[in-house]
């Protein structure tokens, strides 16, 4: 039987590609999900806060819709909810530092050929990969 898991992260890939690119062509703007949820926090985004919550909606709203459709969704979530919170965090604190986030850096910057976008996913990628080794293979956390 021919695997084909591959094919929901090739969905998700141009799903996200697409939203960045309407995102873009519509508003001017880069669809970095920080910098909208960053606005709605730190209230620099009041101006355009229904189009931030639509934007939000929708990201939370589609992969549930199609988990939904496609009767469920396999998860490697691991149990350690203090790994979980902990990770959550300091992806929020990264973000902040790094001004921006996988889709204002990583999908937009590198597909606009920016060197800060470019530089950023390196060290983030990067980061995420030492962290991950170590909680894993060295702490055990994971």
Known sequence: MLETSWLWGLLG???????????LLINGRIMGASGIVGGLVDGSGRSTWAERGAFLLGLIAAPALIAWAAGGSETHLTGNWAVVIAGGLLVGLGTRMAN??????????????????????????????????AARHLLGWI
Do not use: D, Q
């Not at 141009?14 to 995102?23: D, E, F, S, V």
């Not at 060197?115 to 990969?129: D, E, H, K, N």
């Open 100 to 133: 921006g986030c996988t889709s204002g850096h990583g999908v937009c910057g590198i597909s606009r050929l920016s060197l800060r976008g470019i530089v950023a996913t390196v060290f983030y990628i990067l980061a995420g990969g030492l962290v991950m080794a």
């Open 13 to 23: 890939g141009l799903m996200i590609g697409t939203a960045a690119a309407a995102y």
